[in-house]
């Protein structure tokens, strides 16, 4: 069963130097309160595993302002020009991910999978350093699963076994998080009562969650 903590206690989880998975599409569905939680206690040289770095003062963009982030793996870095800066005068390192490749190598860590072939990314930068393998004729790149020390999450209704809901586009990253990471923090706009949220609308289950901070808490 998740527990509630205080966001104090959840960024006291977040150490220096660990992998963290941030949930989140240009900051719509980003846990904003734990990412302005971690500016204000300054940890870092993170990891941060995400679909984009947002923009220089929203969503986690704010902690690559801060240069708290030490290495990105992400899919694109367009909109938040200082990420691009950091990556040109290596003050931080950015993996670029082709976006579908992102979320499925998330998958496959989540579902305990060792990889998968795909052919984007053949004949490309993206090939350097991967196994091509072939199959049928077709050239393919194995890609690794992605795995993190933490993910960071956020939710419109969590109940207090940690069941998800998410509003509309926020869902995005977040249920597929939920799975590939040690430990599980979900920032909730609202906690309810367990039975309050349909269970046809569950998106990410209790049992990946361990921990839920906000709901005006």
Not at 40 to 47: A, I
Request: hydrophobic fraction near 40%; charge should be negative.
């Amino acid at each position: 069963m998740a527990k509630i903590i205080s966001i104090e206690e959840a960024v006291q989880l977040i150490k220096e130097g660990s992998s963290v998975m941030i949930g989140g599409f240009m900051g719509c569905g980003s846990p904003h309160s734990i990412i302005d939680k971690l500016v204000e206690k300054g940890t870092k040289n993170l990891t941060v595993i995400a679909n984009d770095t947002a923009t220089t003062q929203y969503g986690l963009g704010k902690l690559i302002a801060t240069k708290q982030i030490s290495k990105v793996i992400t899919s694109h870095i367009g909109t938040n020009p200082e990420t691009g800066r950091q990556m040109n005068a290596k003050e931080t390192e950015v993996d670029l991910v082709p976006q579908g490749t992102l979320v499925e190598r998330i998958r496959c860590a989540g579902a305990g999978l060792g990889g998968f072939l795909t052919p984007t990314g053949i004949g490309t930068v993206v090939e350097e350093g991967k196994e091509k393998i072939t199959v049928g004729g077709t050239q393919y790149l194995l890609e690794l699963p992605l795995k993190a020390d933490i993910a960071l999450l956020a939710g419109a209704k969590v109940d207090k076994k940690g069941n998800v809901y998410y509003e509309k586009s926020t869902r995005n990253f977040n249920p597929i998080m939920a799975t590939a990471a040690d430990l599980v923090i979900v920032e909730a706009k609202e906690i309810v009562e367990v039975g309050e949220i349909d269970p046809n609308h569950v998106m990410t289950p209790g049992i990946f969650v361990d921990y839920i901070v906000g709901g005006g808490n």
